[in-house]
């Protein structure tokens, strides 16, 4: 078969490789579809500390059971359910996860072994009637959005400012519609960029330049209930803090540079303005079949996000159109 291995930054292979076959209490996945993200990209430059190469890349994956045809999609962040926190009932911030692509071959090959210990925690979900593979492998980068609103308390009536307008800055937009928001503002420092996500997801408004000014102005000088940056930037969540209302939520939703990780927070605006700030940090296996499910009923539409289709055999121009910010969603079908 074919598989896109990563052996070193700056080195994926389109290789071929034996096709595996499972072991007790593994499963066999024939990959329909496995979409790329930022952070394929940012391994592809950087390497990762939990990949030891050379290890085939793809987290975001829908396919086949071999031997059945059930279709299914594929958790990528693997809790291990033992430890204090998946105990406590918070596996996305398990300290001995495990994640797909990583620690594990991933999706960006024609066969899948699914670990078992993905079954264990109930990580193979079947696809609904009606939804797509390509659709149904977006449902990780959504359980992802899923948990970081959750966190942050989304709801009815709320404004709602979303920094960032990549794929997962557009999956917000309609995550915060679906859970009855008032007002959604989308914001991006490229201008080209917010221009494309905005014509898909359709905002309230669609702000650049001097965005904390902008957000005051369109809520009456109150500042926005919830703040999402769905970005990699320190200079957003300084703005974010300082454009929310009274009693508002803030979730940090894009990490930033590890070697780059401080900011500066004007305490008194958290202190006089009773502001909460969450992070937000990957999904759980429950977050993944809830979000299958928004898909599946049209709550949160995902297929014209997807760009672009490639076969494998391109999966170096996926990687590169999403580091350039030229695609909203890139998916492969290998």
């Known amino acids: 078969m074919k598989v896109a291995r990563f052996h070193a930054p700056g080195d994926i292979r389109v290789e071929d490789a034996p096709e595996p076959v499972a072991g007790p209490g593994e499963l066999k996945i024939r990959v329909?579809?496995?979409s790329t993200c930022g952070t394929d990209a940012k391994i592809y430059k950087f390497g990762h500390h939990?990949?030891?190469?050379?290890?085939?890349?793809?987290?975001?994956?829908?396919g086949e059971v071999a031997g059945t045809g059930?279709?299914?999609?594929?958790?990528?962040?693997?809790?291990?359910?033992?430890?204090?926190?998946?105990?406590?009932?918070?596996?996305?911030?398990?300290?001995?996860?495990?994640?797909?692509?990583?620690?594990?071959?991933?999706g960006f090959a024609?066969?899948?072994?699914?670990p078992a210990k993905v079954l264990a925690v109930n990580g193979v979900n079947a696809v609904p009637d009606g939804v797509g593979f390509a659709e149904a492998s977006l449902a990780e980068p959504l359980a992802c959005v899923l948990n970081g609103q959750t966190l942050a308390g989304v709801g009815t009536g709320d404004d709602v400012v979303v920094m960032g307008a990549g794929p997962i800055g557009c999956l917000h937009v309609r995550l915060a519609r679906a859970r009855g928001a008032g007002r959604v503002f989308l914001t991006d420092v490229n201008a080209a960029r917010l221009a494309v996500a905005a014509d898909l997801v359709r905002p309230d408004a669609a702000?650049?330049?001097?965005?904390?000014?902008?957000?005051?102005?369109?809520?009456g000088g109150r500042g926005a209930d919830v703040v999402v940056t769905a970005a990699a930037s320190g200079v957003a969540q300084e703005q974010a803090v300082r454009m929310a209302a009274r009693r508002g939520r803030v979730s940090f939703f894009g990490g930033l540079p590890k070697d780059d990780p401080v900011i500066r927070l004007d305490s008194n605006l958290v202190h006089y303005r009773e502001l909460t700030i969450v992070g937000a940090n990957g999904s759980s296996p429950a977050h993944n079949a809830e979000a299958l499910g928004l898909i599946a009923t049209g709550a949160v539409p995902v297929g014209d996000?997807?760009?672009?289709?490639?076969p494998l055999s391109r999966v170096l121009d996926g990687i590169e159109l999403v580091s350039r910010g030229a695609a909203i969603k890139v998916t492969i079908e290998p």
């Open 70 to 106: 059930e279709r299914v999609q594929v958790i990528a962040a693997i809790p291990c359910g033992a430890c204090a926190e998946c105990r406590r009932g918070r596996p996305a911030v398990c300290p001995a996860q495990e994640s797909m692509g990583y620690h594990y071959d991933g």
């Open 110 to 114: 024609e066969w899948l072994i699914v």
């Open 50 to 62: 939990h990949i030891r190469p050379p290890r085939v890349m793809g987290h975001e994956i829908a």
């Open 305 to 310: 996000l997807i760009t672009h289709r490639l």
């Open 32 to 34: 329909r579809n496995c």
């Open 207 to 219: 702000i650049d330049g001097d965005v904390v000014e902008q957000v005051l102005k369109l809520t």
